[in-house]
């Protein structure tokens, strides 16, 4: 019974884990800029708010989609609707233009802009997660 119980933990920390690094490749492939070239050789710390404020914001509904599935299928389904909700969220984004331009402003460094990332990140991800609550 109990090895039953520890399988069911790896299959779905394993999985969770590998959804996590899954979206840490393609996050970084969605924006315009090299998120880990900005935060590792750049010492970009607007570039890191941003990226840590997505990874909030998957973890936050990964967490939701542990808790509520009623199996590993669901979990998987909607493991995978919540990478892509914040996938899309941070293409979106960081797309604008003019004013709102947020890889400019990220280029340039500009604290604020991704401390405003971040905590849109976060708050689609709570948003996220919160309708994967039924």
């Excluded at 998957?58 to 509520?68: F, G, M, Q, W």
């Excluded at 340039?108 to 401390?115: I, R, T």
């Amino acid at each position: 019974m109990f090895l039953e119980y520890f399988f069911s933990f790896g299959l779905f920390f394993l999985t969770a884990l590998a959804v996590f690094g899954l979206f840490l490749f393609l996050y970084a492939k969605v924006t315009p800029y090299d998120d880990y070239q900005m935060i590792f050789g750049e010492n970009n710390t607007a570039s890191a708010l941003g990226f840590g404020g997505a990874v909030l914001g998957l973890s936050i509904p990964l967490y939701s989609a542990l808790v509520h599935c009623v199996s590993y299928t669901d979990f998987v389904m909607w493991a995978g609707v919540a990478m892509s909700i914040q996938l899309i969220f941070a293409f979106i984004l960081t797309r604008m233009r003019g004013k709102f331009s947020v890889e400019k402003h990220i280029r340039n460094g500009d604290l604020s802009v991704g401390a405003f990332m971040a905590f849109m990140s976060i708050a689609i991800g709570l948003i996220n997660a919160g309708s994967m609550s039924y």
